[in-house]
């Protein structure tokens, strides 16, 4: 199976696709692939040996989107999410609000899913939302590096309407 990174090339070309990199410092988002098998298809999710992959996984959550659900605004101080689209079609909005970060106030959309199978590295600081495009239900699987602390959480949250991010999501 092939990993295809962004990071640090302009674009990549692969399946016919043209991918310019992520336009956020810190993030990343690479393309899965899916094996034909005699009875399906397999696609490797995560693996630790990929590049530009140096955590500890601490936890795993699969989170399923109601037909046109919208999460939230969100993001972390400690915690790296992973994640990977595996059913339906879903928009992620990313936005970075890091005061010193040398993209602070950019934005970018990724959409992805079961016919874009793509993990996408969120880095603490950076927010993000989700929204499912698809009209049936959609799911994604965040791998993450930190367990969540049920008396401390780390997860700073906005409503998906508010004025202090662009209105993306």
């Given at each position: 199976m092939s990993l295809i990174g962004n990071k640090d090339k302009q674009s990549v070309i692969a399946g016919g696709h043209r991918y310019a990199p992520p336009k956020i410092s810190g993030v990343h988002f690479y393309e899965l692939g899916n094996v034909?098998?005699?009875?399906?298809?397999?696609?490797?999710?995560f693996r630790n040996d990929w590049l530009h992959f140096d955590i500890k996984v601490s936890q795993i959550n699969w989170v399923q989107l109601n037909p046109d659900g919208l999460t939230d605004w969100h993001c972390h101080s400690k915690q790296t999410d992973h994640l990977v689209g595996v059913g339906g079609n879903i928009k992620l909005a990313l936005w970075d609000g890091r005061p010193d970060s040398p993209t602070k106030?950019?934005?970018?959309?990724?959409?992805f899913g079961a016919t874009r199978p793509i993990i996408v590295v969120v880095p603490p600081g950076v927010w993000h939302g989700l929204r499912n495009e698809s009209g049936v239900y959609a799911g994604y699987i965040n791998v993450i590096n930190e367990l969540y602390n049920y008396e401390s959480p780390d997860n700073f949250r906005l409503p998906s309407r508010t004025s202090e991010i662009p209105d993306i999501l």
């Open positions: 034909l098998t005699r009875s399906g298809s397999l696609m490797e999710l106030g950019a934005s970018e959309i990724i959409r």
